[in-house]
């Protein structure tokens, strides 16, 4: 954050233009003084649907887009809820509330803008402890590039909810290829008691309360104009404890004039989730995919006699998946009250037309008898994962100045991913994630960071411990406006996360160019091949830790690590830092001692990852050091992708470690129940296999990103 700027905006905020003024020239001011206009109108233009489209223009005019000031502009989140009607309560004490969202923001890839239309209805009964809702969400999303694209996205006339696709021809009349498009319907039941006004000590309110609640999610991509790539998740969440609270605000600003204080109110809160199903079985949350590839027969309307009638084409297959989501039937196998069941053949029972058309057209495939482009439905992915989750999180705002939120935690699932002969195949997949989000100076600058440590292991069917699969560590980052010592930071966290070979190439140092960037993305993903592991464990204790001494020496994050030091650890009851290097080599070296069983290596792992500094440096960054630097190849594999407005988008990859066809599907389902993914782009071009394909669905793909759950 530019503090610089602070009393720019301090300015704009009490002292805003009128609706009809001029902007004046380019700078980050007068950028933000539009922004601060913006807001104005929302609050002044906030009204019905029969008004929604005027309220949205007046809004977006009032900003003026001029061409000086476009580019800073760029940065900004534009954002307006429009209530269709809110807070209708029946003689039953049942909440009905519905509202429109229209959001324009940096995609992130390349120099593109992305605007979303949400539509939202919300039912919501609450007696004494008890309360239960339901909300059903439809959302566009398009995409926007070139030159004037935060413009074009900004005034791009509204997607109403009625031009929702409700079956194969809606969605070759009103999906534009490039477009997407997400259902959502779910449902809470949740059991709690608030406690507010607590008087005693900074706290504001607690609340404790156990949660059930289920989900069905569709996402509509439109690959082409005969194409489609659909995935189809449901969750279902049988039980979840969740503790929160709010602290009160320190009255600093108490005697401040009104306008001032509101600005500058501030607010902190914590939450923590733990999964829980019943004693001795936190396994409560059942996550369910599938993902398809729709090639339809003819660009032109079918009409629905035809469809009843011929049930062999791509259109058939999904009219009946977009039938059964329409009437219900899929969110219905979801729901928290309903039975448990088998819901894997329950949902197969849905999409009974894709499934049948899928196997019969990869067997033609598989026997050179057609050509993929040819398939009329391609199945990805079909699995189910049952997950244990535990998070904690803390957030604080000061108004729209400044506002972020900080969550860590960890998800363990077992894995069922079903191939093309419906046998499944089992996994433990064990993740620890690390997210960090901060937004300041009224969403001009915008900055997320998440951080991931995935051990996918071979399980069976009594969710016994295999052989290590994959070993993945995976870096994020978004930032609108990164500077130029931030990016130089970047380039230092990717040289420690490369082995020396790798840190060093020319292809490395083309794709992080010096220099200020705006709306840029940043992902590194570091992947161990299953000899890496047997290659460390080559090397002996002593020198492991003398290794790691050095490593946290002299380190440029030492300060912020909570290390021991050498001058006071023992006057302070702590150890020194090479003991402590010693109690790491030792956690370490048990993960890589070669005659351990399956289950004691994946102890290790746990042990290990019980210290923070395990997944956030050490296995990110020292592990690849550990490695035979002059040929670190076999056992190792990473890829890299840079994105700015300047840049564009850059990648590069090396090693010949890559990761198995399954983990990409999986850490797509894992992202879904934390939302911690940065890039859910429905581009993938690999099968369950592994196999890569050269499908209609490669390429730019939609990012289904932020559109979990409500954003009012």
């Known amino acids: 954050m530019k503090t610089k700027l602070l009393p720019f905006l301090l ?160 969605i070759k009349t009103k999906l534009a290829v490039g477009e997407g498009y997400r259902f959502e319907a779910s449902g809470e039941f949740s059991l709690g008691k608030i406690r507010e006004e607590i008087t005693s000590g900074n706290i504001k309110s607690v609340t404790a309360a156990y949660k059930r609640a289920g989900a069905m999610i569709m996402d509509l991509y439109k690959v082409s104009e005969t194409s489609v790539r659909g995935r189809f998740i449901g969750i279902k969440n049988r039980g979840e404890i969740e ?24 607010g902190v809160g914590v939450k923590f989730k733990q999964s829980f199903l019943s004693l001795g079985n936190p396994l409560s949350l059942d ?65 009974k037309i894709a499934e049948e058309i899928a196997k019969e057209d990869l067997e033609k495939f598989n026997s050179g008898k057609t050509k993929f482009a040819d398939l009329r439905v391609y199945n990805y992915f079909k699995g189910r994962m049952i997950s244990r989750v535990r998070t904690g999180e803390i957030n604080a ?67 016994g411990v295999g052989a ?60 161990f091949g299953e000899g890496a592991f047997k ?20 380190h440029p994050h030492r300060a912020y690590m909570n290390l021991p030091t050498e001058g006071h650890g023992e006057a302070a009851g702590q150890i020194g830092l090479g003991t402590y290097a010693e109690q790491k080599a030792h956690d370490i070296a048990n993960i890589f001692e070669p005659s351990a069983t399956n289950e004691e290596t994946m102890q290790a792992f746990q042990i290990a990852k019980r210290d923070a500094l395990f997944e956030r440096y050490l296995v990110s960054e020292l592990f690849s050091k550990l490695l035979p630097q002059e040929n670190p190849d076999p056992y190792f594999g990473y890829d890299l992708k840079f994105s700015s407005a300047q840049t564009g988008t850059r990648v590069a990859k090396g090693g010949n470690a890559r990761v198995s066809g399954i983990y990409d599907a999986v850490a797509f389902m894992r992202s879904i129940i934390t939302d911690q993914s940065m890039d859910m782009q429905m581009t993938s071009s690999q099968d369950y296999s592994g196999n890569t394909i050269l499908s209609p669905a490669s390429g730019h793909g939609v990012n289904m990103k932020n559109l979990i759950g409500s954003e009012k």
Do not use: C
């Open 287 to 351: 996550t369910l995919m599938m993902d398809y590839l729709f090639n339809f027969s003819t660009t032109g309307k079918i009409s629905k006699e035809e469809l009843a009638k011929n049930k062999t084409t791509g259109e058939a297959a999904l009219e009946e998946i977009l039938r059964n989501m329409k009437h219900g039937k899929l969110a219905s196998i979801f729901l928290f009250f309903t039975e448990d069941g088998d819901l894997m053949s329950a949902l197969r029972e849905k999409t």
């Open 11 to 170: 300015t704009a905020a009490i002292a805003t233009p009128s609706f009809a003024q001029t902007l004046p020239a380019s700078s980050e001011a007068d950028a933000s003084a539009a922004m601060e206009q913006f807001e104005v109108e929302v609050q002044n233009n906030n009204g019905d649907l029969k008004t929604l489209g005027t309220s949205v223009q007046k809004a977006i005019q009032s900003v003026g887009f001029s061409s000086k000031i476009e580019e800073e502009l760029s940065k900004y989140r534009l954002k307006l809820t429009v209530d269709i009607f809110g807070n209708i309560t029946n003689e039953d004490g049942v909440d009905t509330a519905a509202y429109y969202q229209y959001v324009v923001e940096p995609a992130f890839r390349n120099n593109e803008q992305m605007r979303k239309d949400i539509w939202v209805l919300n039912l919501k009964g609450t007696k004494n402890v008890v309360s239960a809702g339901t909300q059903v969400k439809v959302t566009f999303v398009r995409y926007f590039s070139g030159e004037n694209a935060k413009r074009k996205a900004a005034f791009a006339p509204v997607k109403w909810f009625w031009e929702a696709p409700l079956n194969s021809n809606d």
């Open 243 to 266: 503790l929160s609270g709010s602290l009160k605000a320190p009255e600093v600003f108490s005697s401040a004039p009104g306008k001032i204080n509101d600005l500058l109110s501030i």
């Open 468 to 527: 290590l699969q994959d070993v993945v560590v995976r870096t994020q980052i978004e930032d609108t406006a990164l500077s130029k010592e931030d990016m130089e930071s970047y380039r230092t966290i990717l040289k420690n996360s490369l082995p020396y070979k790798h840190g060093n190439s020319p292809e490395v140092n083309d794709v992080l160019v010096e220099g200020r960037k705006t709306n840029a993305y940043f992902s590194i993903r570091q992947s």
């Open 397 to 463: 705002k000061l108004s729209g100045l400044v506002g972020g939120s900080s969550q860590s935690g960890s998800i363990s699932s077992h894995v069922a991913a079903y191939d093309h002969n419906e046998t499944p195949h089992y996994f433990w997949l064990d993740n620890s994630f690390t997210l960090h989000k901060g937004r300041a100076l009224f969403g001009r600058n915008k900055y997320n960071y998440s951080h991931d440590l995935d051990v996918l292991i071979k399980s069976d069917a009594n969710r």
């Open 535 to 554: 290659v460390m464990g080559k090397m002996d204790r002593p020198r492991l830790a003398m290794k790691i001494y050095d490593y946290l020496k002299d």
